[in-house]
């Protein structure tokens, strides 16, 4: 299967977000793989503490791929290449985690090209056959990289394709979200451009709500009573706006809390991190664990 | 090799009768047509002492001077489609009678796209081995993905480039088999538009070359067989076989050599023809029978394809 | 001279064995040939060759610059109608002459790469089975990759495929001298093979390093589902789950040297003797039935009782 995780905005946590619900699938048992295709600024190799490719690899990544310089573009195996110790053990049962980072150096396409999109099509049949879930991470915004996986996806009509959009719990974010999707040059208008039923593509997608504070939480205790209650008449806007632009909850396949370690470091949460060094909250976990698995559940994906 | 025991399994190429040389005494396109039939006079009486010089110089060669030439005319009915044959033949006939020339056999261009519902341009350009510019060290875009042919590198295109990345300077192209400087040629095979393919004149022109060389086989079979067609042409174009013989006692229609007496109009055609032809992989078991035959008469032939086809521009 | 290899195997990406009528279709990839097909012991068919033109350095053990022009010769062959393999090969030889040629005179000599210049058999081999980063190098494995890819593409396989799987490549070089084999299982999906046969070179060479990249793959798959599986970790009838689909799919594939010619029917046998390919299937094999038995009694013990 391959999920596509986009973003109207940066700073959205997508990159962190989906590189956890990717580490958490292979630690589900199930065969694994992220691409890179931020084109402007590929680091996800820092996300996944794999120092050789923190800015992007020198071995020949994504961008020289696409660019049709090599004929495949080098894979970096997370299990034995991260810098962190409990990242590299890997449990019993838990499946391949590779990554397919970008080049170091490596720009923002200025446009694409039918080889290109020729390259990129092989690309996403080949990783089908070895991995059961393909995370492409889209630059934020309208980008030649989401033309490129609209395009590339309406050539495979066989293989199941997902997006998640990823979003804020804030006013702008949500009718940004919405844009990204519903707005001119949006996700459905290019998809039709490329031949997506609108429909079909429309049931392909589901949002997830990144950074979240939950009002009912413990953290709130210490509030003032007139916060609370200003807090609680902007979440109810909120929702409302949500509702409105079609990110309410019958389209939201998640959230994801607000934990301060996301904040400062962009990292995968290991259950050590919870348990062991208590750094990261549960409940974030509990929160990536419930993305890995919805996001192959059919059930959470029937038509709207 | 793997000891197939089963029918499905093994591999038999047909082989076909061949004459020493086939004389191309002509192209007609819509524009000789409409010039009428002097112009083809004039044509024919041009081309009739190079048919001649073409017989005395086999007649040399062969053992006995038992030189086996046949003579073909090809028309177009595949760019543009004018007369009918009832019409069109006769005259063309007449014209090469005044001149003293037989011609043997009739083909229609369209017969190099598909015929006998065999698509023969799909099988050459299948069997096109792209020359590799140095440097080609693995799979490349098959010309059947873009269309295009080269003789070498092409210039570097501003094409999908990254943000931020330094401009793509302008380079020339170059020829991969240059002496000291390029001729650089990049030919056109197809376009395909919302009727479908076209193919284009050289790639078309280049599968005829093959099929009057024998070098063509489907599923181990001889392709297109001449059909003998004795008066009485059709008032269509498509009822009218792929090759007609007009000429009894013609040798054979393919043969060894081709020689291709033509105006001097078709040379860039020709330069493309070359440029294909000398790109298309020929099947080993056909290459292997030609030889062994020519061997049994006595003939060199040339090891490379190109040079078994030669050319008259007048 | 020399003649290297490489062979690339994986799973045809459908849910079902494929119908032996559709192996023309899947395979037809040059058009006016047919497809070959045997049925027995097994039904294997194999496409028409094709060939690719390069002109690269070709690899080196002492990093030598080595320039070589010609064509390399690949197939794809589909085994039980379940196993894709694409295969490239090439012939090296010394050039007569120290420059590049006409193309034609090239194409004259399918599957023949000429070298402009010195060359030691030796340091070619070295070169190319030491796995080096991919470059400016021959790359004869992208090559058979890329025709696995065009079969996968092909419009009558619904992309299905039972499990996922990863392609393994088997790199060999060949040459005269007296017969010996000598395979090395790399870290990843690498693998190497060194081959000598008495005789010329001929294409039954070829079939030898297939059928072994076939066992090797089907040993490697059977491995990976057996791991995953978990036997002891997870419950019974997740553990039979996970087993399944090496018994839909895998168990009856098994039959080395079924199309080997018989004058290097010997060179399998010394693999058989070690690593000894046959020995671990037997035991896997014994290891996915015991397994399901004893999760069916159980499973049939617990709705009893």
Redesign the interface.
Known sequence: MLVFAISDKGGTGRSVTSSNIVYRRALQGQDVCYLDFD??SPTVGAIFRVSTASRGTTRGGM?RY??GEI?EPSRIDVWTESDRDTIRAKPAGAGQMVLLPGDQG????????A??L?RCVRLFAKLHEQFDLIMVDLSAGRSFAAHLALAATAQLPKIPARWLVFHRWTRQHIIAANGLVKGEHGLLDVGREYGHDPGALTDRIRFVRTAVLELGSGDFAHLRPAQRSWLNEIDRELRELATRNGVGLTTMLGKVPLDPVLQWREQLISDEDVAGTEIANAETVFAFDDLAKKIVDDTAWEGL | ??????V????QIKSGPLSHVSVELGHLYMEDFQAGPDRLRQQFAMVAPWLETVRRSWQNRTPGGRARISTCFLIDDYFSRFSTPDELVPMILDAAAENDLVIDYLARESACAEADG??LA??V???L???????????R?PPH?TGWLANGTRSPVA???????PQIRWEPPTQ??KRGHSIFVDVELWNDDNRGRTWSCPFLAAVWQLLRLGL?????RL?VQPVQVDGGFPRDWDELPPVVKLNKSATPFSAYTTMSVLSTRFLQVELAVRTIL????VD?EV?KQVLSRSTDEDLRLE?????RISYVFL | MLIMGEVRTGLLQNSAEIEERDHQTVLG??????V?????PIVYA?SPDL???????LPSASNARI?G?G?LVSRATITGGRILQGSSYVRVVRGEVNH??????Y??R?GVVEVLGKVSAPDLAGGFLAFGPP?????LG??SD?FMDVVQESALLDLRAPFRSDRTRLRWVAETGEPGVHFILGESTGRTLRLTHHGEF???VV?LCEDLALHDWLLTALLTIVQRARIGGASRPEVSARLAPAVDTLLHLWMPGA?I?PSLAPLWENLERTPGFSRQWQSLVERVRDQLAVNTLALLRETNG
Do not use: I, Y
């Open positions: 084109f402007g961008h696409l660019q004929t490596g720009g923002e396409f200025a446009t694409f090209d080889e290109m020729k | 090799m793997t000891s197939f025991s089963e499905t399994a093994e591999r065999v698509k799909k099988l350009e299948d069997r081995v792209p020359d590799p510019p140095p440097g080609t060290h693995s799979w875009p993905e094409g999908a480039g990254q943000a931020m990345k991969n088999a063509l086989r489907n599923e181990g392709p000398s790109q298309v992989s080993e290459l090891e490379e394809l190109v040079d | 990839l040059l058009a006016g040939e047919r070959r097909m045997s049925r027995r194999v060939l690719t033109g390069v002109d690269c350095r320039r022009v064509t590049r040629l006409p193309w034609s005179h194409l004259a399918p470059g400016e190098q021959l790359d992208s090559v890329r001929s294409p039954a079939d199309r010619h």
